[in-house]
C-alpha cells in the first residue's frame, strides 16, 4: 500500500443510473473513459442511493449520516452544520480542499451565494453554485457574491475550473482532496452537444423491457420518450469525454498513483419504467448508481466488488483509504477492508432506501412516501402506516416486473424483510411519518414551508 496520504478525486454526476454505463452492461451508450477506468480500479455492483433524490443523497455522500442526523430530508433544505462533512475533515488534515459544479446543499433561493466559511462545509477552493440547470449558461460563485457566468457546456466548463484546481497541487506534494459535481444526465435532457447527431438514432435505443411502448398511454414511452433516452445518452458520453480529461490531467501533473479517484452518481433516473420519470422510487432505475473507484496499488485493478453497499458507507469508506479519522456521527459502515480483499471482512446485509418526503416530481407523479431496504437478492417497501407495498426478487426478476408483496408463498420472506426494516429504522431514529408530520417531527416545518414557496424556487429543473 503506498506509504503517502492519498489524494481523493471525487468527481459525480446528477440523475445518472448505473445502467447506463458501458461498464454496466449498457449496449448502446458509449462510455470509454469509465469502462477503462473501471478496468483500472474497482467497480461496484451493488452500490445504491439511500434516498434517491438530489439534496439528502449528497448530504449523506459527504456526511456518511442518513437524513434525520443530517437533517436533509428533502430538496432545498439547508444542511445542518453540527457535524463534520468530507471538506472538514479533509482539511483538518491538512489538505488542499476543493469543490467545483453543483452544490444543492444551501437551501433556497438555488442562485443564493454561499459565503466562505461554515456553510462550505471545508471547501476552500470554490467554484460552484447551489444549482442550476442551464446547462449553457454556467453560473458558479468563487469567493465574491456576485456570481459568475460563462456561455458554453457546463461539464466542460467546471471541468476546466478543476483543472486549474489540479494544476496548483503541481508547485505542492501536499495532499488534495477535490470534488467536482456535474450537473448532467438530469433534466432538461436536451440540453446537450451531439458532435455526432447519429451515434444515438431513437429507433435503435434498447429500451428496459419494463417501459411500455404505447403512444395512447401519456405515461408509457412514446417518441418523445426514445428521442429522451438518446439524449439521455448523449449526455452520458459527453460526461465520459471529461472524464477522460480529468484523468489526463491527474497524469500531466504526475498524481495518477497517489490519487483515490472515486466514479458515482447521487441517484438515478426512470426514463419511463414501470411508468414513471425521474427518481424518489425504490425501483432499480432509480436507486441503483454507478461506483467506480481506482487506486493503483492501494486496490485492486480489474476487479468487481459484489459486495452490498451504498452512498451512506462511501465517507467512513473513502476517509478510512486515506487513513484518516471516521468521525463518531458516522452511521454508514466503512468497507475499506472488503474493497481490499482482507476475508471475512464486513458488508452491510441491508440497505436503507427512503423517500422521506414526496414533494416535487414525487407529487406530480403520485410517489408517496416509503421506506424499503434493499438486500443483496431482494428489494422491499412500504408505505406510511406499515402498510406492505412492493416486494422483488432481483436474481430471477431483475427489472422487478412481478410484485410478489402479496404473494402468499412470500409471506415468510415478507416478515423477514419488515422485520429488518424496522431494525434499520429504529437505528437511524425514523419514526416514519408522512411528510408534513416528518417535517414536525425533525422541527424543519418552517425550513419546509419555505422551500415549497414558489416564489423563492428560481431553478425549474427539480
Known sequence: MPEKPPNLLLVFADQLRSQALGCYGNIDCHTPALDTLAAQGTRFTRCFANTPVCSPNRATLFSGTYPLRNRMICNDMPFFTGIPYL??????????????????????????????????AGFDYWRAFNCNHNYYATKYYADGPEYIEEKGYSP??????????????????????????????????????????????????????????????????????????????????????????????LDEIHRSDDTIVVFTSDHGDMLWSHGYMKKQAPFEESISIPCIMRWPGGLPSFNTFDGLTSTVD??????????????????????????????????????????????????????????????????????VGGRPWLLFDNESDPYQMNNLVENPDHITLRRQMTTRLYEMLSNTGDPFLNGHNMAEHTGLARDFERRNDSALRDAPAL
Request: glycine share 6%; hydrophobic share 35%; net charge negative.
Open 156 to 249: 466542460e466548463i467546471h471541468t476546466r475550473l478543476a483543472r486549474e484546481f489540479l494544476r496548483a497541487q503541481n508547485d505542492t506534494r501536499d495532499p488534495f482532496c477535490l470534488v467536482v459535481s456535474w450537473g448532467p444526465p438530469h433534466d432538461p435532457y436536451h440540453m446537450v452537444p451531439k458532435g455526432d447527431d447519429h451515434l444515438y438514432r431513437p429507433d435503435k435505443i434498447h429500451l428496459r423491457p419494463n417501459v411500455q411502448e404505447d403512444t395512447s398511454n401519456p405515461l408509457a414511452c412514446n417518441l418523445n420518450c426514445r428521442q429522451t433516452h438518446a439524449d439521455y445518452y448523449y449526455a452520458v458520453t459527453a460526461l465520459d469525454d471529461q472524464v477522460m480529461v480529468l484523468l489526463d490531467t
Open 87 to 120: 471538506g472538514n475533515v479533509c482539511r483538518a488534515a491538512g489538505y488542499r480542499t476543493g469543490y467545483v459544479g453543483k452544490w444543492h446543499l444551501d437551501g433556497i433561493p438555488r442562485s443564493k451565494f454561499t459565503p466562505p466559511g461554515q456553510r462550505r
Open 314 to 383: 462511501m465517507f467512513p469508506t473513502m476517509l478510512s483509504l486515506m487513513n484518516l479519522p471516521v468521525p463518531d456521527s458516522v452511521e454508514g459502515m466503512d468497507i475499506s477492508a472488503a474493497l481490499r480483499g482482507e476475508p471475512d471482512a464486513p458488508v452491510p446485509d441491508a440497505v436503507l432506501i427512503a423517500n422521506h418526503i414526496s414533494c416535487d416530481e414525487a407529487n406530480r407523479q403520485g410517489m408517496p412516501e416509503w421506506r424499503g431496504i434493499r438486500t443483496s437478492r431482494y428489494t422491499y417497501a412500504e408505505l
